[in-house]
């Protein structure tokens, strides 16, 4: 599985047209998945809460690294596209504004749940702020909009800037499934050991060594 | 379609000028999703030693 | 209800710290920034209204700070559980005790300041109104933030919900545009004050389940 | 008349087991001591008869829901910027304050009452605490280690008033992990533990 989603990420950048525009294979599936891991983690929040499903509180508490990381991976490439293109490595644009505030947003959940000695009630804890965060999530981009088009009526819109050619768009579809896998299976993995670390009293943890 | 972009490998590297952004860009990117993937297998490594230590010892 | 309104205040109103210190931060940013620039170079009147949106958040921060700290710590948060069964009520009086005692002082020296900075008599109203309702925002939110994180002080749980308070501050900036060019105005406060009910209502139900996670 | 029963409780924390399968009930007028050692769990177990803590299993009952309950953690809820006077009215109406009155005279603390909480020493701070809980006119009492801290004189007229609403068919229930002289049930939870 790993060989495969590595060579799908691998295989499209040959491909296709274009010079610095090749860091979009990597920086537009990482922003699609900065914002869909937000998601998966605000509905395992909501079965943590509603039904006190366990393992959805482990689930998010292995999601939220790989959505910070991804994040990252995203505002940085953008950062660095934004070198060659715009001349500026930071904007304050409104796409950019709401992504770094995700990113916060991860952080802040990680050290939220770092913070407690009792288990189970930094999960619930957590749960909560997922759950307020994801409402906050469309506020933030609508109003963070409103906001900028009174700054910089004329800010460059990142999705603008890509002519949507077969050649270029294929590829970009393939890598964007192929980081999704890649985040699976490190979402699998992660969540594996996490899952293992918590019921490690259990006796069928013994059978998983 | 699947013709390659570039005539040579410096071009490759190249890209234009813009190839010190691309591939650091990519260079970075992947490591960081690497070194993710080897941290998550060896976070699995040590909850495995603890269980069989927690299990030898009891 | 009324029992809590006036313990809350009471409280309150005997902590001296609690009340005056974020009034005297309010005050001392006010003053100190315009006295740490030169002011011939800027045009200070341009840019004083975000001096006193980041003064107010600051504020806000520094007003809610140990809101349900103090009582956790000393167990009265456990006495009020055992009378009331939940929360919702103790977040409610304490969230309009602070908004009253705490919140409409600061929004009245924001307002005075930014009229002694070249705002129009006229809309000192208007910017009142609009800081007292952001006040209310604010302090819902930071509450929030508050009671996440009362067994490590307030300072992380405000840390990790501070993108929240993000909406208000931009829609702030977006009114106070909005009152220099003079349109669009109430559409604004109307906006501000939908939200701000909503919040009241909703913000409690979930504290008090933040809170019931603690004492658990 | 049977005032709370708890039926097969079992706690756990981070997955370890603090106690399995208790039961007891407490009826009016009856005291219950629970004894254990450190770190038995006796604490949580008042809070989960409380009501605060929610138990991994078993339930609570109580006989109706709104049993006038009042506790005295480990924490005594004194707010220390306030006199004790204060701190009696933040509770009590008029009538009730009173009663409040009463006992701080009861207790010795007539003469501090107009000083700043913090100002006090533990074992008066301790004192206010258990005057708040006395005068609240409760059917049930629950106490969290009520006799650390206070000197003789003090605990042997804690006694004497927890004997005196025992007889007035008040329960009690109480942890310490010294013997008190109030007659009482015994539930030892390292031996249930075992």
């Known amino acids: 599985m790993l060989g495969w989603t590595w060579g799908l990420l691998f295989a499209p950048q040959d491909a296709v047209q274009g010079n610095s525009y090749r860091i979009i294979f990597l920086h537009v599936p990482s922003v699609i998945f900065a914002e869909l891991v937000y998601f998966f983690m605000a509905i395992c929040a909501l079965m943590h809460l509603v039904w006190r499903v366990k393992l959805a509180a482990y689930l998010i508490k292995s999601a939220a690294p790989i959505g910070a990381m991804i994040t990252f991976i995203g505002l940085f490439s953008g950062s660095i596209w934004g070198i060659p293109t715009w001349g500026t490595w930071w904007q304050w644009d409104a796409r950019i504004t709401s992504t770094l505030i995700l990113f916060i947003m991860y952080l802040g959940i990680l050290t939220l749940h770092g913070s407690f000695s009792n288990l189970e009630k930094a999960d619930r804890l957590m749960s909560i702020l997922v759950i307020i965060g994801v409402v906050n999530i469309p506020i933030i981009k609508k109003s963070v909009d409103w906001w900028s088009t009174l700054h910089q009526p004329a800010s460059i819109s990142v999705s603008g800037s890509t002519s949507i050619d077969p050649s270029m768009l294929y590829p970009l579809f393939i890598s964007v499934i192929g980081l999704g896998f890649t985040l699976i299976s490190l979402g699998i993995l992660s969540s594996r050991s996490y899952i293992l670390s918590r019921e490690k009293n259990k006796k069928w943890a013994l059978k998983h060594v | 379609m699947f013709n390659l972009a570039f005539k040579n490998f410096n071009e490759i590297l190249d890209m234009g000028g813009h190839g010190i952004y691309v591939w650091s860009v990519y260079f970075i990117g992947i490591s960081i999703i690497f070194i993710s993937f080897l941290i998550a297998k060896k976070r699995i490594k040590e909850v495995q030693k603890k269980i069989i230590l927690k299990n030898a010892s009891s | ?216 | 008349m049977t005032l709370v029963s708890a039926q097969n409780i079992t706690y756990s924390i981070n997955e370890n087991k603090l106690f399995h399968n208790l039961s007891f009930g407490v009826n009016s007028g009856e005291g219950l001591h629970i004894k254990g050692g450190n770190g038995s769990g006796k604490s949580t177990l008042l809070r989960i008869i409380l009501g605060i803590t929610t138990p991994t299993k078993g339930l609570i009952k109580r006989c109706s829901e709104d049993l006038k309950i009042s506790y005295l953690g480990h924490k005594n809820a004194i707010k220390n910027y306030l006199t004790p006077i204060e701190n009696l009215e933040l509770l009590f109406n008029d009538v009730e304050i009173k009663i409040a009155y009463e006992w701080l005279y009861k207790f010795n603390l007539s003469h501090v009452q107009d000083e700043l909480a913090a100002s006090l020493s533990f074992g008066q701070q301790k004192k206010l605490a258990l005057i708040r809980v006395l005068a609240q006119s409760p059917e049930l009492i629950v106490l969290d280690e009520p006799f650390v801290g206070l000197d003789q004189t003090a605990a042997d007229q804690l006694n004497h008033f927890l004997e005196e609403q025992l007889s007035e068919g008040v329960g009690l229930i109480f942890t310490s992990h010294i013997n008190p002289k109030i007659s009482c049930k015994v539930l030892d939870l390292e031996a249930k533990n075992v």
């Open chain 3, 1 to 216: 209800m009324f029992r809590l309104l006036k313990t809350e205040s009471f409280k309150l109103s005997n902590k001296l710290k609690s009340w005056l210190g974020p009034l005297l931060i309010m005050v001392l940013v006010l003053i100190a920034f315009p006295l740490s620039i030169d002011i011939s170079q800027y045009d200070l009147e341009k840019f004083y209204f975000s001096i006193i949106v980041v003064s107010l958040l600051m504020t806000s921060f520094v007003a809610t700070e140990g809101m349900f700290e103090e009582d956790f710590e000393d167990g009265s948060l456990e006495q009020e559980f055992l009378i009331e069964k939940d929360f919702y009520k103790l977040v409610l009086s304490k969230i309009i005790v602070y908004v009253c005692l705490i919140g409409i002082p600061i929004a009245f020296i924001g307002a005075l300041f930014s009229f002694a900075n070249g705002v129009a008599i006229g809309s000192f109203a208007k910017v009142f109104l609009l800081l007292i309702l952001s006040n209310l925002l604010l302090f819902n939110l930071f509450a929030f933030g508050n009671a996440l994180s009362i067994n490590k002080g307030a300072m992380l749980g405000v840390l990790s919900s501070l993108p929240l308070a993000l909406p208000v501050i931009i829609l702030l900036g977006r009114a106070i545009r909005s009152i220099q060019f003079g349109d669009g105005f109430s559409s604004i406060i109307a906006l501000m004050f939908g939200l701000g009910l909503i919040l009241s209502a909703m913000m409690p139900l979930i504290i008090s389940a933040a809170l019931k996670t603690h004492i658990d």
